[in-house]
């Protein structure tokens, strides 16, 4: 499809539990990101994949965030044992190009909103 | 360090009139510049965008001015409409290696254009 699809749109964690969202990219495109937003301010970068590979996880918290892409299965971003601070919304954008050029910028979902309580 | 700022929280104009949204960058690897425009519960959305070799690029209402030595960007939204009643995002990217690649935003601006 011409759209990243994201899911759940909302999920809502006690603090300690595990938290999954996922990110299906559009068909074709090699890249894959992941956004934090935290309070509406900036997107904080996360993690990015060329294909099934981390191509840059310096954004990532090093302990409780992971995330894969998987062929054949949509994109996966987990948090263990969340806490507040980890309440956002992550998006997840798809792209042809690993550096947004011409018309060829990110595509991105329409988020996961992340509350932890 | 914030690399991409927009120091406009918000924009209140008048439906017809011209927006103007600034954005300021720090890192001169930054070579790509985007806007985007984001409403509530949505995702952003690709508006236009401007390569580091020219210093203007135009699309329909939508203008987009880059001033290198200043590094400084604008977009200009003639005429307005309340439709374009939204948060504006600058985001940059560059080339040279490192992370530089990745698009880095800036904090937006919430815009209403009031009919």
């Known amino acids: 499809g011409e759209e990243v699809a994201q899911t759940p749109k909302h999920l809502v964690r006690g603090e300690g539990q595990k938290a999954k969202l996922y990110c299906a990219p559009i068909k074709g495109h090699s890249y894959v990101f992941w956004y934090q937003q935290v309070l509406k301010n900036e997107f904080k970068f996360l993690i990015s994949?060329?294909?099934?590979?981390?191509?840059?996880e310096t954004g990532m918290p090093k302990e409780r965030f992971s995330a894969k892409c998987l062929p054949n299965s949509p994109c996966s971003l987990e948090i263990q044992a969340t806490k507040l601070e980890d309440s956002a919304v992550y998006f997840c954008a798809s792209s042809l190009l690993l550096a947004p050029r011409m018309v060829y910028g990110y595509t991105f979902g329409s988020g996961t909103r992340l509350t932890v309580v | 360090d914030q690399q991409v700022k927009q120091n406009s929280p918000s924009l209140s104009v008048q439906e017809g009139r011209i927006s103007i949204l600034n954005c300021d960058y720090t890192?001169?690897?930054?070579?790509?510049f985007l806007w985007y425009k984001k409403y509530p519960a949505e995702g952003p959305t690709f508006l236009i965008s401007i390569s580091s070799i020219k210093d203007k690029n135009e699309d329909g209402r939508f203008t987009v001015f880059l001033n290198k030595s200043a590094k400084h960007l604008s977009l200009h939204i003639v005429p307005s409409q309340p439709g374009d009643s939204a948060v504006y995002f600058c985001?940059?990217?560059?080339?040279?290696?490192?992370?530089?690649?990745?698009?880095?935003f800036g904090k937006g601006t919430l815009l209403t254009v009031n009919p």
């Open positions: 994949f060329q294909n099934e590979n981390v191509f840059d």
């Open positions: 890192n001169s690897m930054f070579d790509y």
């Open positions: 985001a940059a990217s560059g080339s040279g290696g490192g992370s530089n690649y990745k698009l880095t």
